[in-house]
């Protein structure tokens, strides 16, 4: 919550950015906006120590759906981690359906069921090159939950010279992988417990499961066939022991890192997830 409350507590003192031609490259501002996005406004959550003589790993999450940001990042903390970990944290909001609820146009799996046609590649490629333009930004990281996740994956299909990771909490691609229309492959890391029973950990007719999900990132990136599995992680406290299987692909594109955590038991919400899952989570997106 400290991201949003930072949020309230700071006015918009942003100047654009302006060119020196003395100099190699944009001067960046060292008092930026805190809100981008124009008519749909994304927070911004900075470091205490941001300043412009570095780069910064850009994080943006991206809720599920009839969720907002402020509710999502109770599963994330990721706000809680923008000051120890040193990253920008952007918290955009989906736009509101005929019930009310925020939502994603991802894949043609979740979640426009109003068929609006709202162009959120466009919205959140948008924030991207806004980001870069205001900030100096080193690598650009999705992390998203359900239809975030969702949005995540699309991103990743249609813009993914614009990224470098996505993390995706049960999410999916999309269920035709022709859909899926881009070839270079990011960073990916899919979480996924295997008891979600609103988007399966198996594939289904109407999504990709996890390991679906991820092979064909295997394949995009070029990795060994087969993972290797690390050590069991406790990460949710309402099933027993250490439930989370982390696999890793090695063989991989140079730089390019496709991870699965699967989670024996693990819930759709994630709601009762420990401290060490948000900082695994948060490490793997900036690191």
């Given at each position: 919550m400290r991201g949003m409350l930072l949020l309230l507590a700071l006015a918009c003192t942003g100047a654009p950015v302006t060119d020196d031609s003395s100099a190699p490259g944009p001067v960046y501002d060292p008092d930026p906006a805190?809100?981008?996005g124009g008519e749909r406004p994304a927070g911004v959550t900075l470091p205490d120590a941001y300043a412009v003589d570095r780069e910064w790993p850009l994080v943006i999450m991206l809720h599920g759906y009839s969720v907002n940001s402020s509710i999502q990042d109770v599963i994330f903390g990721l706000g809680p981690q923008v000051d120890t970990l040193?990253?920008?944290l952007v918290s955009p909001e989906g736009t509101e359906d005929t019930s009310g609820k925020q939502f994603w146009n991802a894949t043609t799996e979740c979640c426009d069921f109003?068929?609006?046609g709202v162009d959120d590649v466009a919205y959140l490629s948008g924030l991207i090159d806004e980001a870069r333009a205001l900030y100096p930004v080193s690598t650009v990281t999705l992390v998203g939950h359900s239809n975030g996740g969702f949005m995540s994956y699309r991103m990743a299909c249609e813009?993914?010279?614009?990224?470098?990771?996505i993390a995706v909490l049960a999410g999916a691609?999309?269920?035709d992988e022709a859909d899926c229309v881009g070839t270079a492959p990011v960073s990916v890391l899919h979480i996924h417990g295997t008891s979600d029973d609103t988007i399966g950990y198996e594939s289904a007719p109407r999504h990709a499961g996890a390991e679906e999900s991820v092979g064909r990132w295997v394949?995009?990136?070029g990795c060994d066939a087969d993972p290797t599995?690390?050590?069991a992680r406790n990460y949710l406290r309402q099933v027993d022991g250490d439930e989370t299987t982390p696999s890793q692909w090695s063989g991989c594109a140079e730089g390019i890192d496709v991870q699965l955590w699967s989670a024996e038991g693990g819930d759709h919400a994630y709601l009762d997830n420990n401290a060490t899952f948000k900082e695994d989570l948060a490490h793997w997106a900036v690191d």
């Amino acid at each position: 919550m400290r991201g949003m409350l930072l949020l309230l507590a700071l006015a918009c003192t942003g100047a654009p950015v302006t060119d020196d031609s003395s100099a190699p490259g944009p001067v960046y501002d060292p008092d930026p906006a805190v809100v981008l996005g124009g008519e749909r406004p994304a927070g911004v959550t900075l470091p205490d120590a941001y300043a412009v003589d570095r780069e910064w790993p850009l994080v943006i999450m991206l809720h599920g759906y009839s969720v907002n940001s402020s509710i999502q990042d109770v599963i994330f903390g990721l706000g809680p981690q923008v000051d120890t970990l040193g990253f920008l944290l952007v918290s955009p909001e989906g736009t509101e359906d005929t019930s009310g609820k925020q939502f994603w146009n991802a894949t043609t799996e979740c979640c426009d069921f109003g068929n609006t046609g709202v162009d959120d590649v466009a919205y959140l490629s948008g924030l991207i090159d806004e980001a870069r333009a205001l900030y100096p930004v080193s690598t650009v990281t999705l992390v998203g939950h359900s239809n975030g996740g969702f949005m995540s994956y699309r991103m990743a299909c249609e813009t993914p010279e614009r990224l470098d990771r996505i993390a995706v909490l049960a999410g999916a691609v999309y269920a035709d992988e022709a859909d899926c229309v881009g070839t270079a492959p990011v960073s990916v890391l899919h979480i996924h417990g295997t008891s979600d029973d609103t988007i399966g950990y198996e594939s289904a007719p109407r999504h990709a499961g996890a390991e679906e999900s991820v092979g064909r990132w295997v394949t995009k990136a070029g990795c060994d066939a087969d993972p290797t599995a690390g050590a069991a992680r406790n990460y949710l406290r309402q099933v027993d022991g250490d439930e989370t299987t982390p696999s890793q692909w090695s063989g991989c594109a140079e730089g390019i890192d496709v991870q699965l955590w699967s989670a024996e038991g693990g819930d759709h919400a994630y709601l009762d997830n420990n401290a060490t899952f948000k900082e695994d989570l948060a490490h793997w997106a900036v690191d």
